[in-house]
């Protein structure tokens, strides 16, 4: 069974590398911000297969903190896209 | 067998793939989502070395703090009219940073290389002895006990560090508040993310110090989890970052290396400078870890604040 | 842990998989950011929570699948949140960034 789940966070990995296109591609920041999110994800995913396969459920662990911080630096991002940089793309709406 | 090469090859090979396209990228906002990338992924590392103390406060730095202070730079070089271009035009400068990366990992690569094969190191010592000691997770016994006195210097420099950030602001501003005044819709998805999800690490860092005593966690980890969701409730506007002039501020700053020499201190009179009694042990080391945790917190969500910018 | 869990972990992960593929295809191929959103944030949650649900019956101890519970959720949390925000600040901006940031 621990072959199995390394072979699929193998696969992960490779679902990551193709995030990696669009990371350098872009065009626009948002484009590479977000495929960096995606890589977390993938990221998460692959420290759950990790600790099944490993038996090590404190493996998890590093799976919740990467789950709990996944959404900072977009937030830091949006916040800079803002119109003094402290601001909230959703302020103005009505 | 074979999985387990195929995915550390893979994974050392996305590693360096994300560290050259941040390095070569013409794009500085592109080089810092790299920077990112590499930190998940040098987590991941960690987990596969069975470091999981490591892959734990890399988790923590690389994908809470590095991201958020980077691109927090990165705007305020923007503002400050900084073009992106002209600052990354100077080739020279990254092959001398590009060299000094790789001859550093030739000399590392050479020492792990020249170390005697079949050595276990300190490792069985330490594993005979912790039994002594209050603690079961190898690595929180080496740092809170055996090697008590790295750790507490440690805590020190981190203190200084921010002291030296803190020595940047000037005569107008000191004593004031760090950063732009951070402001959102009140009842949009920032402000809602910003109230939810700072509770949740709060058990977190809890747990992660808990944790540490009997396997991976510790203060570290968890005092940069609390220091990430002190970021995020600032920058969801929630609240305000203090004054750095501020005495329950210094109190939190200052509290977690206090207690530690307090304590270590104190050991003089059981025999030496940070030797816990051991009928005491768990619970000194559990008060070190508590109380150096929310130190580290602090000191962190400071360090990435910046200096004092308006009064307060 | 029984035949039958192994099999469900199988398929699981392995549909889990699928999900995350979709979703890297999705975001290379899709016409522009708002629809690459969709992929990033939508499949590959689902995957997350698919691979989630696979792991579970291979851990023994209760409290680890709820640790594998919270972290799905956080997840989902954070996408939801992230891809909303990075909409709305797109929209902003939706002429003249794309441009400006093209590069060779």
Redesign the interface.
């Known amino acids: 069974m621990s072959e199995f789940l390394l072979l699929a966070a193998l696969f992960l990995l490779g679902t990551i590398a193709l995030g990696f296109l669009r990371v350098h591609w872009g065009p626009s920041r948002a484009d590479r911000i977000a495929s960096a999110q995606l890589v977390g994800t993938g990221g998460v995913a692959m420290t759950l297969l990790l600790a099944a396969a490993g038996g090590n459920s404190a493996i998890i662990d590093v799976g919740l903190v990467l789950a709990l911080l996944a959404a900072f630096a977009a937030v830091a991002f949006v916040k800079s896209t803002s119109a003094d940089g402290a601001g909230d793309p959703e302020e103005n709406d009505e | 067998m074979n999985?387990?090469l195929?995915?550390d090859a893979?994974?050392c090979l996305?590693i360096l793939?994300?560290a050259v396209?941040a390095m070569t990228?013409?794009?500085l906002?592109?080089a810092i989502?790299?920077f990112?990338?590499y930190g998940?992924?040098i987590?991941?590392a960690w987990?596969?070395l069975?470091a999981?103390d490591v892959?734990?406060a890399e988790?923590?730095i690389g994908?809470?703090l590095t991201?958020?202070l980077l691109?927090?730079a990165?705007?305020?070089l923007?503002?400050a009219g900084v073009s992106e271009a002209h600052e990354l035009s100077h080739w020279g400068l990254r092959l001398v940073a590009g060299l000094a990366s790789a001859a550093t990992t030739v000399v590392l690569a050479a020492a792990v290389l020249a170390l005697p094969p079949g050595r276990e190191g300190l490792a069985p010592l330490v594993t005979e002895r912790l039994a002594d000691h209050g603690v079961s997770n190898p690595v929180t016994g080496v740092l809170l006990d055996f090697r008590a006195y790295d750790t507490l210097m440690e805590s020190i420099v981190l203190l200084v560090a921010l002291v030296a950030v803190w020595a940047l602001t000037p005569a107008s501003a000191w004593g004031g508040v760090p950063?732009?005044?951070?402001?959102?819709?009140p009842d949009?998805?920032?402000?809602?993310?910003g109230r939810?999800?700072p509770p949740?690490?709060l058990v977190?860092a809890v747990y992660?110090v808990w944790?540490g005593s009997s396997?991976?966690?510790g203060a570290f980890?968890a005092g940069t989890?609390l220091a990430?969701v002190w970021?995020?409730v600032v920058?969801?506007?929630i609240y305000d970052e203090p004054p750095i002039s501020s005495g329950l501020l210094r109190t939190a700053l200052v509290a977690g290396p206090a207690v530690f020499l307090a304590i270590g201190i104190a050991g003089l009179g059981a025999g030496a400078l940070l030797a816990y009694p051991d009928e005491y042990a768990y619970g000194l080391i559990l008060l070190i870890e508590f109380t150096l945790t929310f130190s580290i917190g602090a000191t962190l969500a400071l360090l990435v604040a910046g200096r004092a910018r308006r009064a307060a | 842990m029984s035949g039958f869990a192994n099999v469900l972990t199988v398929i699981l992960v392995s549909v889990g998989l699928v999900f995350f593929l979709a979703g890297s295809v999705g975001l290379l191929r899709f016409p522009d950011l708002h629809s690459r959103l969709h992929a990033l944030t939508k499949a590959d949650n689902l995957g997350l929570g698919l691979i989630a649900l696979g792991v579970a019956f291979q851990i023994g101890e209760p409290y680890a699948i709820v640790k594998l519970a919270l972290v799905w959720l956080l997840a989902v949390l954070a996408a939801a949140s992230v891809a909303q925000l990075i909409a709305r600040s797109a929209l902003d901006r939706l002429p003249a960034e794309g441009q400006a940031d093209r590069q060779a």
């Open positions: 999985a387990a195929l995915l893979g994974l996305l793939t994300a396209l990228g013409r794009d906002f592109g989502a790299f990112i990338v998940i992924l987590a991941l987990v596969r069975e999981v892959a734990l988790a923590a994908a809470g991201g958020v691109i927090g990165w705007s305020l923007r503002r950063g732009m005044r951070q402001h959102a819709r949009g998805v920032l402000a809602m993310f939810l999800l949740i690490g977190m992660l944790a396997q991976p966690g980890q989890v990430a970021l995020l920058m969801a506007g």
